[in-house]
């Protein structure tokens, strides 16, 4: 016979997983509808892809981009796992920038489950009911839901939306092991678990180095659980155990993580001294002073929505409610029922900062790994200010939660939509993605070899592209064999020679860039030596195919996209 409190637990354990499943499974269905409208494609995204198709040809995770053939590139394993599953997924659902977005939105769709069930776990040290419990979490998982920086990272084909799933999901298993260490003293149910959220932290590492970055908070979680004695400061054995689970953590992290880099160092020898020197020329090297500076300028110009290629969305209404809760955050750590709790909160988001400071590279993507512990420090402020007082009735504190949860999301939500709205007029004012690479087919034959950029990468096989970059890297060249009196390097036209490159897709920002320079040169390269010679190429060797308006695509320094109606055109190479 089954008892009462086994229906009732059953019955509690079902609600919880439904509702958390009902959320991600709505959001997944909701954002198909603009997954591809929604952020304009960066190159980045066709640079991953196009590197996991060409680890695919060649068999092998040690293999660089079929497009890059000057532009110098090293092998790694740090994206390994990443282009793993691109492999996977590409295989079974065909190669197309609607296929690589929808990795990303499932990946974001999982993170909003498991963001659910770890808010719920987090807040009931509060004593509330599951209800109540339940509400906090959805308050939070609304919140994320309707952030605008959320549903880019999960819109786009890049690694930051995985290492957020990652760190929630290592959060989940880790809080949940320490929670029940104590009720339930299975201690090698502890260090299996403990062992287990090492294993996936370390896995991270094979999907980007800011693995480091998402592994901060997680190291604050067990600083707070071993220095506050949380197990039992009364038994020798309990404390014992802990800091046993805490070794079994460490090792089983450092053992995946390592995995890595010796993966790293059979593929290249040189994998330190290459990687170090590629990280010098992103700023990886610079002083501490600098990259304080730095630090302060990446969240500038977040803010003021200023960047490079990478359209910024306006998320200033997160800097201001975060930032809010932030602040009341550390006028409530004089709170006993809270302190802990927000210390490692916000002892977790600080030492974010500075592993952001340490590594010393600011992209754009990456803010959305302060997302988790964002969130789940708004939804603890929740719980707290509407179940503080016992004498509040239950009735009006659901409904101060409900308003709470429908006041916040419209706010976030609001500026969401502003923005899809900005975005479709530009759409409606630019070819959208597929249109662009349509006209691009419908002038270039099939397994011709051609000299474009990456962002049309999905529109030839595999070795047929080489990408813009190599044109930089040969004019370095051409200066460093100049300047040093040492032999040619050869020039524009024998580069497209002795690749048999038939056509040349030609973008409006080149010109740009070059009438600018050096301003831009860190997107192709110094143009300087190959430009003038370029142009008599084109003028004297090639005719026009074709010749498309493209702001976006055509033009992908963002503060210029709408600024002109910029033009791609497609060139035929002469024979001789």
Not at 393 to 405: C, D, S, V, Y
Not at 446 to 457: D, Q
Request: aromatic fraction near 14%; proline fraction near 3%.
């Amino acid at each position: 016979m089954i008892s009462g409190v086994s229906i009732k637990q059953t019955s509690n354990l079902t609600i919880s997983l439904v509702i958390p499943i009902i959320l991600a499974a709505g959001y997944f269905i909701i954002n198909l509808f603009f997954l591809a409208e929604y952020p304009f494609v960066h190159s980045d995204e066709t640079w991953l892809g196009g590197l996991a198709r060409s680890m695919a040809a060649e068999g092998s995770l040690a293999a660089t981009e079929s497009f890059f053939d000057l532009y110098e590139r090293n092998p790694h394993a740090l994206k390994s796992l990443f282009h793993l599953l691109q492999m996977g997924w590409t295989a079974l659902s065909g190669y197309t920038i609607f296929s690589l977005r929808l990795l990303s939105l499932t990946a974001g769709s999982l993170f909003l489950f498991f963001l659910y069930r770890f808010i719920q776990e987090f807040v009931r040290f509060l004593h509330l009911s599951k209800p109540a419990a339940r509400r906090a979490a959805l308050f939070g998982t609304f919140l994320t839901a309707s952030d605008l920086q959320f549903i880019y990272a999960s819109h786009t084909g890049r690694q930051e939306i995985w290492l957020v799933l990652l760190l929630i999901v290592v959060l989940c298993i880790t809080v949940r092991s320490m929670g029940k260490s104590v009720q339930f003293p299975n201690y090698r149910k502890l260090w299996r678990q403990s062992a287990l959220a090492g294993l996936i932290l370390g896995l991270a590492y094979g999907f980007h180095p800011n693995a480091a970055v998402i592994s901060m908070p997680v190291f604050a979680c067990w600083g707070f659980y071993l220095a506050s004695g949380k197990a039992d400061k009364n038994s020798r054995q309990t404390q014992r155990t802990a800091w046993q689970a805490f070794l079994s953590f460490i090792l089983a992290y450092a053992a995946a993580a390592a995995l890595f880099f010796i993966a790293s160092l059979l593929m290249n020898g040189n994998f330190i001294s290459d990687y170090l020197a590629y990280g010098e020329s992103l700023g990886v090297k610079d002083s501490v002073g600098r990259k304080i500076t730095g630090i302060y300028g990446y969240y500038q110009k977040l803010f003021s929505q200023i960047s490079g290629t990478y359209y910024t969305p306006d998320i200033r209404p997160q800097f201001f409610f975060y930032g809010t809760v932030y602040v009341i955050s550390l006028f409530l750590l004089a709170n006993k029922t809270l302190r802990s709790r927000l210390g490692f909160l916000l002892s977790g988001a600080a030492l974010t900062q500075i592993a952001f400071i340490a590594i010393g590279r600011y992209g754009q993507p990456s803010v959305v790994l302060n997302l988790p512990l964002a969130v789940t420090l708004a939804s603890l402020l929740f719980a707290f200010f509407v179940n503080r007082s016992e004498k509040f009735p239950e009735k009006n504190r659901r409904t101060a939660e409900t308003g709470m949860i429908l006041l916040f999301t419209v706010l976030i939500l609001g500026n969401t939509l502003h923005t899809f709205g900005e975005v479709r007029q530009q759409i409606r004012e630019n070819s959208r993605y597929e249109a662009y690479l349509a006209q691009i087919r419908e002038a270039v034959p099939e397994n011709e070899k051609v000299l474009g950029n990456i962002n049309a990468e999905p529109a030839f096989a595999v070795g047929d592209l080489y990408d813009w970059r190599n044109i930089g890297a040969l004019a370095e060249m051409i200066e460093s064999a100049e300047t040093t009196d040492t032999a040619g390097w050869g020039s524009f036209a024998d580069y497209i020679r002795s690749r048999n490159i038939a056509y040349i897709i030609y973008p409006g920002e080149l010109d740009v860039i070059y009438r600018q320079r050096p301003v831009w040169n860190g997107l192709y390269g110094p143009l300087d030596a190959v430009y003038k010679e370029m142009q008599m190429f084109l003028l004297d060797q090639c005719e026009i195919v074709s010749r498309f308006s493209s702001r976006t695509y055509a033009m992908r320094i963002v503060r210029y996209q709408q600024e002109a109606d910029w033009k791609v055109t497609v060139y035929r190479v002469k024979g001789d």
